[in-house]
């Protein structure tokens, strides 16, 4: 994408300076990247699993345009810090479900120093309106549903409370730690994971 800055000057006056376009809205002062720049950068790395170095040979490839990853590393925080507000909202809106759904997947990622993969977890949040919240642990513990399903300063300035209502997962016992912890949640199970052990079940006990 280029941007172009019209230049005017005064035919009545040769000393005036030259007067230029401002550049186009942006979300940082001064940033060339466009959102939609940054968005296809995010899109490509989080769902489609594309590190900022691949990107950076693939946009020179084929574009031959050269954009440093540590270029793409600051914009990759700057759009963050504007998209916290929305992770916020959607958190605080799902303390006011009545059922929420949830679950972890694991995933693999290389922590600085270490030279190797380790095991973290992605926590899937779903209210019954269809809202999912994201949240990134490195570990599978019950004190990980905490930052989710306990309202933090902000909701608690907002007069909203602790998730309170049905908590539907599978059987995984961090859940049932949880709940005994918090006596106003009440857990329901999977039945996609409850008919899973019939299909294992049924060529030996048919």
Excluded at 75 to 85: D, G, Q, R, V
């Amino acid at each position: 994408m280029r941007t172009i800055r019209r230049k005017y000057v005064s035919r009545a006056n040769n000393e005036a300076a030259p007067i230029i376009a401002q550049l186009p809205a942006g979300l940082q002062e001064g940033c060339l990247a466009t959102p939609g720049l940054i968005a296809e950068l995010l899109v490509n790395k989080y769902a489609d699993h594309l590190p900022f170095y691949r990107q950076e040979k693939r946009i020179a490839r084929r574009h031959d345009v050269h954009i440093p990853r540590q270029s793409m590393i600051n914009w990759e925080a700057m759009a963050a810090n504007w998209l916290k507000p929305l992770y916020h909202h959607l958190r605080h809106e799902l303390l006011t479900a009545d059922v929420l759904q949830a679950d972890e997947t694991c995933i693999k990622y290389i922590e600085d120093g270490t030279g190797k993969a380790q095991h973290g977890y992605l926590w899937i949040y779903r209210h019954g309106n269809g809202t999912l919240v994201f949240d990134w642990q490195t570990g599978r513990s019950h004190e990980c549903l905490n930052p989710i399903l306990q309202a933090d300063h902000e909701a608690k300035r907002l007069r909203l409370r602790d998730f309170a209502g049905v908590l539907q997962s599978d059987g995984y016992s961090v859940y049932q730690t949880h709940a005994e912890d918090r006596s106003e949640i009440a857990l329901a199970a999977c039945r996609a994971h409850a008919r899973r052990k019939f299909f294992e079940a049924k060529d030996q006990h048919p």
